[in-house]
């Protein structure tokens, strides 16, 4: 049985604080229906104990996926001997360090999977606080949501009623680090954190927002990318916005206009 595991971009992400070592957000997250990796969950000749994955790219050998098996292992006492049986092959297509969210979304399908497949009972509510301890942005993808407002690290997530726009994506041949960008955030820009930036942005449609917010002011993660990764400038236009810690750009098929809408308003 196949899987889809979805893209997402953040048309916005607003830094509002710390939290020991991790950052608090004001983000939308919207998913990409067009780009999506698949699992596919298929027996194996031959009963064997262990997680068998097979990838149609090479991934560490601690990936979002082990993390998530070992967590519902957790959950879930059991589960193993269902992958005596089973395998699980990742077709992958999502870039990774792209900021789109790939290994993120394959945890949240995995979870997903599992809980349908051996018939797991477990609630929404419960698979996102597994994923949490997985990534930030795998809630989100545990709810399957088209487009939903995202805040504090990851966890409060509100569903966004809204015909989601269909997006022009271009992902530069460069894989941005997700912790590097990060860390270069809290160096030097960690001042501009603004426990009220974006309050107002949280009621706005997706392709408003892109037709009014200037791309560096809407993500906040912009101008620390561009500080690691400074190739990213040759991709950089007014009309370009970028897509969580990067390095994915994306933009409404029409010319957005310059007009800008100020944070926190």
Same mark, same amino acid.
Request: net charge neutral; proline share 6%.
């Given at each position: 049985?196949?899987?889809?595991?979805?893209?997402?971009?953040?048309?916005?992400?607003?830094?509002?604080?710390?939290?020991? +070592?991790?950052?608090?957000?004001?983000?939308?997250?919207?998913?990409?229906?067009?780009?999506?990796?698949?699992?596919?969950?298929?027996?194996?000749?031959?009963?064997?104990?262990?997680?068998?994955?097979?990838?149609?790219?090479?991934?560490?050998?601690?990936?979002?996926?082990?993390?998530?098996?070992?967590?519902?292992?957790?959950?879930?006492?059991?589960?193993?001997?269902?992958?005596?049986?089973?395998?699980?092959?990742?077709?992958?297509?999502? +870039?990774?360090?792209?900021?789109?969210?790939?290994?993120?979304?394959?945890?949240?399908?995995?979870?997903?999977?599992?809980?349908?497949?051996?018939?797991?009972?477990?609630?929404?509510?419960?698979?996102?606080?597994?994923?949490?301890?997985?990534?930030?942005?795998?809630?989100?993808?545990?709810?399957?949501?088209?487009?939903?407002?995202?805040?504090?690290?990851?966890?409060?997530?509100?569903?966004?009623?809204?015909?989601?726009?269909?997006?022009?994506?271009?992902?530069?041949?460069?894989?941005?680090?997700?912790?590097?960008?990060?860390?270069?955030?809290?160096?030097?820009?960690?001042?501009?954190?603004?426990?009220?930036?974006?309050?107002?942005?949280?009621?706005?449609?997706?392709?408003?927002?892109?037709?009014?917010?200037? +791309?560096?002011?809407?993500?906040?993660?912009?101008?620390?990318?561009?500080?690691?990764? +400074?190739?990213?400038?040759?991709?950089?236009?007014?009309?370009?916005?970028?897509?969580?810690?990067?390095?994915?750009?994306?933009?409404?098929?029409?010319?957005?206009?310059?007009?800008?809408?100020?944070?926190?308003?």
């Amino acid at each position: 049985m196949t899987f889809k595991a979805y893209a997402k971009v953040n048309i916005f992400l607003k830094i509002t604080g710390v939290r020991g +070592p991790y950052h608090e957000l004001r983000s939308r997250f919207v998913r990409v229906d067009s780009l999506f990796d698949s699992l596919t969950f298929s027996r194996k000749k031959s009963p064997a104990p262990g997680f068998e994955l097979i990838s149609s790219v090479p991934l560490p050998r601690i990936n979002t996926l082990t993390r998530a098996y070992e967590l519902l292992k957790e959950a879930a006492p059991g589960i193993e001997k269902f992958f005596e049986t089973h395998k699980v092959i990742l077709e992958k297509r999502i +870039p990774q360090g792209a900021g789109l969210g790939g290994g993120s979304s394959d945890a949240a399908a995995f979870l997903n999977a599992c809980n349908e497949l051996y018939g797991l009972h477990l609630s929404k509510e419960n698979l996102a606080r597994i994923g949490e301890k997985i990534g930030a942005d795998v809630p989100f993808f545990v709810h399957g949501y088209a487009s939903a407002n995202v805040e504090g690290v990851g966890e409060r997530i509100e569903p966004f009623e809204e015909d989601v726009p269909k997006l022009q994506l271009l992902t530069p041949p460069l894989h941005c680090d997700t912790g590097l960008v990060y860390r270069a955030f809290r160096e030097h820009f960690i001042q501009e954190a603004d426990r009220e930036a974006a309050a107002s942005w949280k009621d706005m449609k997706s392709d408003e927002l892109l037709k009014t917010l200037d +791309p560096v002011e809407a993500n906040d993660l912009y101008k620390a990318a561009l500080t690691v990764y +400074p190739r990213l400038h040759r991709f950089a236009t007014p009309n370009r916005f970028f897509s969580g810690s990067g390095s994915t750009f994306f933009h409404l098929p029409e010319q957005p206009s310059s007009r800008r809408v100020q944070s926190g308003q």
